[in-house]
């Protein structure tokens, strides 16, 4: 029996509760239990966002991720908001294009993108959060590749698909 409790974090505009929401629908097709709980300040685009999703075999109890067992970061002030919240032995995924400092902690594990320059590459940077998004996908295995690219068709803008399929699985080129 897994559980995940992960949190994306950047600004408004990133696709943080697109990551989640995505997630969330894969988890879904899969038959596991989920939640997802968006958090977005009053500012919208440009503003902080977050979101916590919970992908479990088992029920979920509450939606609320107060100590992430993963946690994707998409600027440097989500970095030092939930940095100390991740469980010992998590994981940080960060876009060190937009984070401009190392990590402090040393209990976790940390994986640094250049996302912002992967997803430029591919042909648009608002991509950039799925490149994130692939990168925790092979990390973790919390759903298949599968489940995902049913998601992006399924709940996605159609015209969208073959890019974030693209940034999905690029992530193992750029694996630092």
């Not at 902080?48 to 067992?69: F, K, L």
């Not at 973790?140 to 940034?167: C, P, R, W």
Request: net charge negative; glycine share 10%; charged share 20%.
């Amino acid at each position: 029996m897994a559980t995940f409790e992960i949190l994306f974090a950047g600004f408004g505009g990133q696709g943080i509760l697109s990551m989640g929401k995505f997630l969330a629908y894969a988890g879904m097709e899969e038959g596991k239990n989920v939640s997802w709980l968006p958090s977005y300040g009053p500012e919208m685009r440009g503003g902080t966002a977050n979101c916590s999703v919970i992908v479990s075999d088992e029920g979920v109890g509450s939606p609320v991720v107060t100590s992430p067992d993963i946690l994707v970061v998409m600027n440097r002030p989500s970095l030092d908001k939930f940095e100390a919240t991740i469980k010992p032995g998590g994981i940080l995924i960060m876009d060190s294009d937009l984070v401009n400092r190392e990590p402090i902690r040393e209990d976790i594990k940390v994986i640094k993108i250049p996302a912002q320059t992967t997803a430029a590459e591919l042909g648009s940077r608002t991509i950039a959060n799925m490149v994130l998004l692939g990168a925790l996908i092979d990390e973790t295995g919390v759903v298949s590749q599968e489940s995902m690219l049913k998601s992006l068709a399924d709940h996605g803008k159609s015209s969208y698909f073959e890019i974030n399929k693209k940034a999905l699985e690029v992530y193992s080129s750029v694996k630092i």
